[in-house]
């Protein structure tokens, strides 16, 4: 991850995202598109900020911080929910 620590938070958001993508194709959500466009869209941000990082741009780590509220505040929050929601009650409540 950005700044040079270990990578275990990337690779736990990885298996996070593709755990999440099985379930979602596995109860046919309806949303899964929408959801997993969101998934990619933050990888790509997160490579974006990386290689900002590694040519030297020492805002790097501050833009990853902001990122990683905004996903913590939307996507966990909001998206996430609703998927969980889905998969508690069968698509009931979605
Ligand atoms: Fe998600």
Redesign the pocket.
């Known amino acids: 991850m950005v700044g040079g620590r270990n990578d275990d938070q990337g690779h736990y958001t990885s298996w996070h995202?593709r755990h999440?993508e099985r379930l979602m194709q596995s109860r046919d959500y309806p949303k899964m598109d929408a959801?997993k466009k969101?998934?990619k869209r933050f990888i790509l941000q997160i490579q974006d900020i990386q290689r900002k990082f590694e040519q030297g741009d020492k805002s790097a780590p501050s833009k990853l911080n902001v990122l990683v509220k905004i996903w913590l505040s939307n996507?966990i929050l909001h998206?996430?929910n609703q998927?969980a929601a889905f998969l508690l009650y069968d698509g009931q409540s979605v």
């Open positions: 995202f999440e959801h969101e998934h996507h998206i996430d998927l």
